[in-house]
């Protein structure tokens, strides 16, 4: 994914017909989560199944203390599943040696986290392009090639003007914006995001959404965690879990920005209250 001369989002991907040709960029087969905590063991995730299709936008929803970030740091990788597989871009992940799963997570996805892990010695700029220059595939003389990439993802989430200023220095929706500028320097398959506008104010929670939408739009694949109905109604489709199982999911379809958003809200709200939110 690119941005062109005006900052709007182009997509590798030819959609022809206006749809991708879709293939699972996420298999989850048969995956358990177990803590084990004084010797007593405690299972996060029971035998869960689901798939994210390339291009697609899914929610994961559910009470606090249902397993949702476990979910989402197991099938990314960033922690080891107890049993079953997890199949990206068609590789089977979770058996892969730690050095290779590295790789994939720095070079193939990207990451959003409520809270923004920067480093505070770093300007937000730095911050930006630095796991551009920890990749392996990105060359000493291709550096200054994602320096530019990173000014065009910047002017584009309207933050550009603070790329000289430290962590401590902008606020909590600019340095949001800085990570979702973060997770697309290395140009990922896929968007893992971590209640991504938990911390944000209304304003701020609803411009990173307008930009990861785009994103997705344009063709990155994203699987989200959140709390937040508004949020999750730009999804395509919402998984909700309870105690460790998916226990229901939600269609919407594809999101349009000219598209009746009140309706898609009503039907979200309708299966959520059926589901117990």
């Not at 970030?69 to 997890?86: E, H, I, K, N």
């Not at 902008?170 to 140009?187: D, F, P, T």
């Not at 911390?199 to 411009?207: R, T």
Request: net charge positive.
């Amino acid at each position: 994914m690119s941005t062109n001369k005006q900052g709007e989002w182009q997509s590798k991907t030819n959609y022809g017909d206006g749809r991708c040709k879709m293939k699972k960029m996420l298999e989850v087969k048969n995956l358990q989560k177990v803590y084990v905590t004084d010797k007593q063991e405690n299972q996060v995730l029971k035998n869960i199944n689901f798939f994210v299709e390339e291009a697609e936008m899914v929610a994961v929803m559910g009470p606090s203390g249902s397993g949702k970030s476990t979910l989402l740091y197991t099938v990314s990788s960033m922690d080891f599943a107890t049993a079953g597989t997890v199949s990206f871009n068609n590789q089977i992940i979770n058996k892969l040696p730690k050095a290779a799963i590295a790789d994939i997570r720095l070079n193939e996805m990207g990451f959003i986290f409520q809270q923004m892990y920067m480093l505070k010695n770093l300007t937000i700029f730095d911050n930006i392009v630095l796991p551009a220059f920890q990749s392996k595939l990105v060359r000493r003389k291709e550096r200054q090639k994602k320096r530019r990439y990173a000014e065009e993802l910047m002017q584009k989430m309207g933050i550009k003007a603070i790329a000289k200023h430290g962590v401590n220095e902008v606020s909590g929706g600019q340095l949001q914006r800085a990570c979702v500028c973060r997770s697309l320097i290395n140009q990922p398959k896929m968007i893992f995001a971590d209640e991504p506008t938990g911390a944000l104010n209304k304003q701020a929670s609803a411009d990173v959404m307008e930009e990861l939408t785009k994103i997705n739009q344009a063709g990155t694949t994203i699987l989200l965690v959140t709390h937040d109905a508004k949020v999750a109604v730009k999804s395509e489709r919402i998984i909700y879990l309870v105690d460790g199982e998916i226990i229901g999911e939600c269609q919407l379809g594809k999101y349009q920005e000219d598209g009746d958003l009140k309706a898609r809200e009503a039907t979200l709200n309708n299966w959520l209250f059926q589901m117990g939110w």
